[in-house]
């Protein structure tokens, strides 16, 4: 792509079109994700902690804070 093989209107439908085809397998992979955590509440305590964890990084205490 740096060399300039390709011009940028065949690269932006390329993106596009992995963007498209990727919708449908996306909804279905989170619908599933969602489900399943709902059905393993200790895995869904672990990632709620782990997420936590990682908003302390930046915030604090107070991970309820939002970005500015």
């Not at 209107?9 to 994700?33: E, K, M, P, Y």
């Not at 672990?46 to 990084?57: A, D, F, H, S, Y």
């Amino acid at each position: 792509m740096k060399k300039g093989d390709y011009s940028d209107d065949f690269l932006q439908h390329v993106a596009l079109n992995f963007i498209l085809a990727g919708r449908d397998t996306t909804s279905v992979a989170l619908s599933w994700f969602f489900y399943l955590i709902m059905q393993n509440p200790a895995t869904e305590d672990k990632i709620l902690r782990e997420i936590g964890g990682v908003l302390m990084e930046p915030r604090g205490a107070d991970v309820s804070q939002s970005r500015k």
